[in-house]
């Protein structure tokens, strides 16, 4: 129960963390478009990361809301996060003097505080993604730690049909 409440409200972190960014890059692609670009890293790529940023976040947050794709947005999640973690360490390491272009009051973090902060992240979605796996072991743990005469006697009621 503590471990299934935990991930939620991971999950609504992420989703809330992924929306507001999201929609502020969005609200004012232009701006996102023009600080991606000063990026030496990614500047050839910023007119289709403007686009694909902003609404593969929005994407993830669609994904973690409902239970049924949960894990998918979570693994989605962690990929993201991993990505964006590393750009921090690369833009730290080698041009720590470019603007932010995360949008909203994140930007607002140093490189060093985005590093932490992003770091956290990717932790608490990879507690996410395991908690849904132990969750699973978990009902199958218990299906087969059923007493023996519930799994027999469903067998042996067929073959009195036989």
């Not at 890059?25 to 890293?41: G, H, R, V, W």
């Not at 239970?67 to 833009?91: C, H, K, P, Q």
Request: glycine share 4%.
């Amino acid at each position: 129960m503590f471990f299934r409440l935990i991930t939620k409200v991971v999950s609504y972190f992420l989703i809330l963390l992924f929306c507001y960014t999201g929609f502020t890059k969005i609200a004012d692609n232009k701006t996102f478009e023009l600080e991606i670009s000063q990026s030496p890293f990614i500047s050839d790529f910023s007119e289709p990361l403007s686009i694909l940023i902003p609404w593969g976040e929005v994407l993830i947050s669609l994904l973690l809301l409902l239970n049924s794709t949960r894990l998918l947005g979570l693994y989605a999640s962690f990929f993201l996060m991993t990505i964006f973690t590393e750009y921090v360490f690369v833009m730290l390491k080698y041009a720590p003097n470019i603007p932010c272009s995360c949008g909203g009051i994140i930007s607002n973090l140093s490189w060093n505080q985005h590093l932490w902060f992003n770091t956290a992240t990717v932790f608490l979605t990879i507690f996410s993604i395991l908690h849904g796996r132990w969750s699973k072991k978990g009902v199958q743990h218990l299906k087969a730690s059923r007493p023996l005469s519930d799994n027999i006697l469903p067998t042996a009621k067929v073959l009195q049909h036989i």
